[in-house]
């Protein structure tokens, strides 16, 4: 490579020219960094963490090996969690984001709402203190304050008093099976295995973690609140009658964009 390197350049060094304009972008001005980079990508690490920041909706998120990359059908979950609070016309909403990961659901919530003159607040949960760090930062880096963070497993981590408070539950938990994993694309592998992997649960690949989120979501929600749940795309009917087995009401589902059914909103009666 050339000491001003060209988009050619980073192409010619093996890396497909979209990605090569991004590298160029973030590390054109220092022919090492970028070299450094271009090898990184080059043995498969993902562009989202080499960059170290992405877009999510409205945001520009810090991202790293802590957390997992996010998801296009994530951005729909916000939408779709934004239309059930738009519904109910809470004027200041509680907000509670179990798994955060870097924050990228719950921090789009709070910065959206606030767009619309909405102040919510959030609670943001995850196990992992890497994951909490990245999403601490987010928040920082887009001012967006009243949000607290907590770790641990699940409801586990919540007070006591915070049960029947919460209007809203996000969750993108951990949802593929154990041996799905295992025949998933190398570069997952980058990704923290703890945020992708769940055991199984009534005989369902990957469903564990959704049973808990679900299962759970009827004591934390007040009458009338809603759970919005990420999946995958063969869990809807197991997920359906757990949720209608916690006393959860309401039941929709969503599809993504490719028509797989991906998101249930269930709702506290
Ligand atoms: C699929 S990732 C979702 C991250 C982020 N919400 C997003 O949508 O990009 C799942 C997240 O759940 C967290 N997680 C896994 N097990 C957990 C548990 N028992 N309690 C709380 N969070 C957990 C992982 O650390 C990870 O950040």
Known sequence: MTTKPTAADVVAAGVERREARWLLEEFGGDAARLAAAVERRRRGEPLQYI?????????????????????????????????????????????LDLGCGSGAIGLSLVSELAARGVRATLVALDVSPGALAVARRNARKHALTSVSFLEGSWYEALDASLAARFDLIVANPPYVGVVEYRDLDPVIAHEPRGALVAADARGVPGLADLVRVVEGAPHWLVAGGALVVEHGDRHREALRRVAAGAGLRDLVDHDDLAGKPRILVAHRP
């Open 51 to 95: 960059v170290g920041h992405w877009p999510f909706r409205g945001l520009d998120l810090d991202l790293d090996r802590r957390v997992l990359i996010p998801r296009p059908e994530t951005e729909e979950l916000v939408g779709v969690a934004l239309d059930e609070l738009a519904a109910r016309r809470v004027a200041a909403p509680t907000l």
